[in-house]
């Protein structure tokens, strides 16, 4: 029996979910992750409580499906996800914003994600590594701001009607690394935190990825504990740096930049919206929308034009490789003619090499039977010995593990070998 998104979000809304895994025939824990999976949102504790005096929470809406989402859920374990659509900007844009009364106070991101930043470890250069990696894709120092910021981009989108969310892994959408450095630089042994998928705000069914993150610079620092301070104006302490060791680090500036990329790999682009003083950005959201909704046709174009290009790389790669396997074949069938005919000239020395010790063992036995029986008895006694000694040599049996040419396998070997 498949359970569809809708089904489930009708029953559990009509019902407390112990009742509705019963009839499902699962736990209400085992329920709670099937809506999770689906992207269901259940009914908050203590809902059915408040209901009965009037004062339940309203309903919120099912989130629409996107790329790679599970429609559906079955026992049997089979599965049915939102295919990605084709890149196709939307045929028009909103004229106006969502009316004011309609705008929640926080994105559901947000919401989410506020306690799992609260929660994280900090880096010893100052930046917050949450545990969690199916979060927002924010990297920063700790500043509440920036979560606001990101607040604030994701509504202005959806004021706009485009959707801000965090696609299922099926999806495959592209999040390239963030560099946070405002010079660059060499390669890092380990790279700045950030999440196993993108945050992606869907314009029409062009996905778009967000990244918000805190700008560093490189500065003169002192280890004190297990973290690094910037070293000011006046000279360190020993006793609180006794070592005097003194270097430079990329450490947060305070500042952001969100950083917006085409979802795709194939047809790559690329904005970025930075402040030179903190705060820059509040406030500019959305004109940094409608930037990016200018960019939708070239954007659409640039994928369509790498995807292009990415399926002749895929043809020539699939013309190269029937290639090399038939030339592979080629030099297998020579080698097995090779080792066949080498096989066979070997088993026809053995096999005289067994034909004349065959003879000398048969000349020698009748020689024997003319000997006296002291004599004789000595020689069947070494002649024993030297069959033994030889083994025997049995051609006839390596003829018939032969294989000729035909019977040996067109595997790939080892080239060297």
């Known amino acids: 029996m498949a359970v569809t998104r809708d089904d489930l979000y009708e029953a559990i809304w009509a019902e407390p979910m112990t009742k509705v895994a019963k009839r499902y025939g699962v736990s209400s824990s085992f329920l709670a992750r099937v809506c999770e999976r689906l992207n269901v949102p259940r009914p908050p504790r203590g809902y059915w409580m408040q209901l009965e005096v009037?004062?339940?929470?309203?309903?919120?809406?099912?989130?629409?499906?996107?790329?790679?989402?599970?429609?559906?859920?079955?026992?049997?374990?089979?599965?049915?996800?939102?295919?990605?659509?084709?890149?196709?900007?939307?045929?028009?844009?909103?004229?106006?914003?969502?009316?004011?009364?309609?705008?929640?106070?926080?994105?559901?991101?947000?919401?989410?994600?506020?306690?799992?930043?609260?929660?994280?470890?900090?880096?010893?250069?100052?930046?917050?590594?949450?545990?969690?990696?199916?979060?927002v894709d924010v990297y920063v120092s700790p500043l509440t701001r920036a979560l606001d910021l990101a607040n604030e981009i994701f509504l202005a989108f959806e004021d706009r009607g485009h959707h801000v969310t965090i696609p299922s892994k099926d999806a495959h959408y592209g999040r390239p690394e963030v560099d946070e450095r405002l010079e660059g630089g060499r390669e890092r042994y380990r790279?700045?935190?950030?999440?196993?998928?993108?945050?992606?705000?869907?314009?029409?069914?062009?996905?778009?990825?967000?990244?918000?993150?805190?700008?560093?610079?490189?500065?003169?620092?002192?280890?004190?504990?297990?973290?690094?301070?910037?070293?000011?104006?006046?000279?360190?302490?020993?006793?609180?740096?006794p070592y005097g060791w003194i270097h430079k680090e990329d450490m947060p500036t305070g500042r952001l930049c969100l950083r917006a990329t085409s979802g795709y790999w194939h047809g790559t682009w690329e904005r970025k919206w930075q402040e030179s003083k903190p705060g820059e950005l509040v406030g500019k959201s959305p004109q940094i929308v409608k930037e990016i909704e200018e960019e939708i046709p070239a954007i659409v174009k640039m994928i369509?034009?790498?995807?292009?290009?990415?399926?002749?790389?895929?043809?020539?790669?699939?013309?190269?490789?029937?290639?090399?396997?038939?030339?592979?074949?080629?030099?297998?069938?020579?080698?097995?003619?090779?080792?066949?005919?080498?096989?066979?000239?070997?088993?026809?020395?053995?096999?005289?090499?067994?034909?004349?010790?065959e003879a000398f063992f048969e000349d020698a036995d009748r020689r024997t039977e003319r000997l006296p029986e002291t004599e004789r008895q000595i020689v069947l006694e070494r002649l024993s010995r030297a069959r033994?000694?030889?083994?025997?040599?049995?051609?006839?049996?390596?003829?018939?593990?032969?294989?000729?040419?035909?019977?040996?396998?067109?595997?790939?070997?080892?080239?060297?070998?």
């Open 54 to 135: 009037g004062r339940a929470s309203e309903c919120p809406p099912l989130p629409e499906a996107v790329a790679g989402d599970e429609l559906e859920w079955s026992r049997n374990g089979e599965e049915r996800r939102m295919p990605r659509p084709r890149p196709k900007a939307p045929e028009s844009l909103p004229k106006r914003k969502r009316p004011r009364k309609e705008r929640p106070a926080h994105h559901g991101l947000i919401v989410g994600a506020r306690e799992h930043f609260d929660a994280a470890k900090v880096s010893d250069v100052g930046y917050l590594r949450p545990s969690k990696h199916i979060l």
């Open 191 to 241: 790279g700045a935190w950030g999440p196993k998928r993108p945050t992606v705000a869907f314009i029409g069914t062009v996905p778009i990825g967000l990244s918000l993150y805190e700008l560093s610079e490189q500065a003169e620092v002192e280890r004190r504990e297990d973290k690094y301070v910037r070293v000011g104006p006046r000279k360190p302490n020993p006793r609180e740096n």
């Open 304 to 357: 369509e034009e790498g995807e292009r290009q990415h399926e002749l790389e895929r043809q020539r790669w699939e013309i190269q490789q029937q290639k090399w396997k038939k030339e592979e074949e080629e030099r297998i069938r020579d080698q097995n003619l090779k080792e066949s005919r080498e096989e066979l000239f070997a088993i026809i020395e053995a096999w005289a090499l067994a034909k004349r010790i």
């Open 388 to 417: 033994e000694l030889l083994g025997g040599v049995d051609a006839l049996k390596r003829f018939i593990e032969w294989k000729s040419p035909e019977e040996r396998p067109l595997e790939r070997r080892n080239l060297f070998g």
